[in-house]
């Protein structure tokens, strides 16, 4: 396997840049739309507690700031959570950021009413069981809270030419942003491989009607 260095190539990628740039499409949808499966109560929104993990410059905070939420969100080194810090600051908007990876989320047990994981609960890093990642967003949210994720389909553009490391895990090799390259990534058959994965572990009870995949340009309530 290549050697990859995810800290070095995401704090590289994000250090370019001064502006925050939009929200991701479906995000906005999701907590300002809504959709067959899936309807939130704007008004619920208040001051629960809600963390984007892998929160880039904070492009999804920004809306999810002005939804009313207390925010929090987690980013591979303090060089991107300073940047995304002072980014905030200059839209006088506060958010509690910390160095996290998806096996390690740094809050406590049961804190957060939402997780938002939008393209970043299936990276891997040095840990290449993807089991540990569910494990822990489970531990930080809350029973029935929301788990939101966006999750690329296995026909993704970022899978072309890719190595299958595993069964379920491939090596990024063709990347056209040139960040990823080397990086292990989770990859599901389709939804009901990502539902049997997350539902063995959360037991359903946890999460029963509470989690939304997003699959390219697919969104669906679960």
Request: glycine share 6%.
């Amino acid at each position: 396997m290549n050697e990859y260095n995810a800290n070095f190539q995401w704090t590289r990628s994000y250090s370019n840049g001064e502006q925050i740039p939009y929200p991701a499409e479906y995000v906005i949808r999701i907590f300002k739309g809504s959709y067959p499966k899936l309807s939130f109560d704007k008004k619920s929104y208040i001051k629960k507690k809600i963390c984007d993990v892998g929160c880039g410059v904070g492009r999804n905070l920004v809306l999810l700031h002005e939804c009313g939420f207390d925010l929090y969100g987690t980013e591979l080194t303090q060089e991107i959570v300073n940047k995304t810090k002072t980014n905030l600051m200059k839209l006088n908007i506060t958010a509690q950021i910390k160095v996290g990876i998806n096996e390690k989320l740094s809050f406590d047990d049961s804190f957060f009413d939402y997780l938002l994981s939008w393209n970043s609960c299936y990276y891997m890093g040095k840990n290449l069981d993807f089991d540990i990642h569910v494990k822990e967003m489970a531990r930080v949210l809350r029973n029935q809270g929301y788990l939101i994720m966006s999750i690329p389909k296995k026909t993704s553009f970022i899978f072309k030419e890719s190595e299958k490391f595993k069964d379920g895990y491939c090596i990024i090799k063709k990347d056209p942003f040139n960040v990823r390259n080397g990086e292990v990534l989770r990859v599901f058959e389709d939804c009901s491989d990502i539902e049997n994965t997350f539902s063995d572990i959360l037991k359903i009870s946890h999460l029963h009607q509470s989690m939304t995949i997003v699959l390219d340009m697919t969104t669906i309530g679960i």
